[in-house]
């Protein structure tokens, strides 16, 4: 009975989210460019994951709080503090009591950032301060066989935490990678690199210039590359219109507003 009422919880959940012309650091570092577009665009609209990824992004959302929880007790934990009580927000360190109803109880809100011109958006997980040192806190879990070979922070995640140096002029990241199967977990430093900076400009530019024009951006792999054969989630797409691509390229040579030769790409739902 228990076990029916759970396992209906689980499928009848779901955790897609609207799309909007909005490009979010965790896709723009993970996805190809040309995948993302078509997400953004709305011409690939994306599934409700299978139940066990539904799980494991709940776990991951738990060992998230769990983490804030003991950043906030040590007492590094800066950001906005909304009071439980009367809803007003407090910034920056926890307080002691809220300024309007002088209640103790606040819940934290993640740092939202965002920057217009490369339509970029989302959320930090934590803004951290250690000695009077300020940096971003970010949560990251993972497996055990993943654990244990991660001697370096991975290089979508370098770039994530790069679009929100972008987004909050920071300059400095702890990124801690938790083991989901034990709790244990390693502590890598990130700082600013202004090369970083501008590899995701031009990608967030040229995606954007992309979603204005309604046109994918162009292959960036050959046929046998394994993102594309394995877990591309638009690669049926990305194929149907190659050719109409490479016609825009050879357009674009000779003039700067590419007319497309034929309709647009069907709607497609995956
Ligand atoms: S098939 Fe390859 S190039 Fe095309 S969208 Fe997918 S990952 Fe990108
Ligand atoms: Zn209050």
């Given at each position: 009975?228990?076990?029916?009422?759970?396992?209906?919880?689980?499928?009848k959940l779901?955790?897609?989210?609207e799309?909007?012309?909005?490009?979010?650091?965790?896709?723009?570092?993970?996805?190809?460019?040309?995948?993302?577009f078509?997400?953004?665009?709305?011409?690939?609209?994306?599934?409700?994951p299978?139940v066990?990824m539904?799980?494991?992004?709940?776990r991951?959302?738990?060992?998230?709080?769990?983490?804030?929880?003991?950043?906030e007790?040590?007492?590094?934990?800066?950001?906005?503090?909304?009071?439980?009580?009367?809803?007003?927000?407090v910034?920056?360190?926890?307080p002691?009591?809220?300024?309007?109803?002088?209640k103790?109880?606040?819940i934290y809100?993640?740092?939202?950032l965002?920057?217009e011109?490369?339509?970029m958006?989302?959320?930090?997980?934590?803004?951290l301060?250690?000695d009077?040192?300020r940096?971003?806190?970010?949560?990251?879990?993972?497996?055990?066989?993943?654990?244990?070979?991660?001697?370096?922070?991975e290089?979508?995640?370098?770039?994530?935490?790069h679009c929100y140096?972008?987004?909050?002029?920071?300059?400095?990241?702890?990124?801690?990678?938790?083991n989901?199967?034990?709790g244990?977990?390693?502590?890598f430093e990130?700082?600013?690199?202004?090369?970083?900076?501008?590899?995701?400009?031009v990608?967030a530019?040229?995606l954007?210039?992309?979603?204005e024009?309604?046109?994918?951006?162009?292959?960036n792999y050959?046929?046998?590359?394994?993102?594309?054969?394995r877990?591309?989630?638009?690669s049926?797409?990305?194929?149907?219109?190659?050719?109409?691509v490479?016609?825009?390229m050879?357009?674009g040579?000779?003039?700067?507003?590419?007319?497309?030769?034929?309709g647009?790409?069907r709607?497609?739902?995956?």
């Amino acid at each position: 009975m228990l076990q029916n009422l759970m396992d209906a919880y689980w499928d009848k959940l779901d955790i897609t989210r609207e799309e909007k012309m909005q490009i979010h650091p965790s896709s723009l570092s993970s996805l190809c460019l040309r995948e993302y577009f078509y997400i953004l665009s709305g011409k690939w609209i994306r599934l409700n994951p299978p139940v066990e990824m539904k799980k494991l992004l709940s776990r991951a959302k738990t060992i998230h709080l769990e983490i804030q929880n003991i950043w906030e007790e040590l007492g590094i934990l800066i950001g906005t503090w909304v009071c439980l009580n009367c809803e007003a927000k407090v910034d920056g360190k926890r307080p002691v009591a809220c300024p309007v109803c002088q209640k103790s109880k606040f819940i934290y809100s993640e740092v939202p950032l965002s920057c217009e011109k490369y339509l970029m958006i989302g959320s930090a997980d934590a803004i951290l301060e250690i000695d009077g040192k300020r940096g971003l806190g970010e949560i990251k879990t993972i497996n055990t066989y993943k654990f244990f070979k991660l001697e370096k922070p991975e290089t979508q995640h370098i770039e994530q935490i790069h679009c929100y140096f972008l987004m909050s002029g920071l300059d400095f990241a702890w990124v801690i990678y938790v083991n989901r199967d034990n709790g244990k977990y390693k502590i890598f430093e990130v700082a600013r690199d202004e090369k970083i900076i501008d590899q995701i400009k031009v990608k967030a530019g040229l995606l954007k210039m992309c979603l204005e024009k309604d046109v994918p951006p162009p292959l960036n792999y050959d046929s046998n590359n394994l993102y594309c054969k394995r877990k591309c989630m638009t690669s049926s797409l990305c194929r149907e219109h190659y050719q109409e691509v490479e016609d825009w390229m050879k357009e674009g040579e000779t003039d700067d507003k590419p007319k497309r030769k034929r309709g647009r790409p069907r709607k497609n739902n995956g």
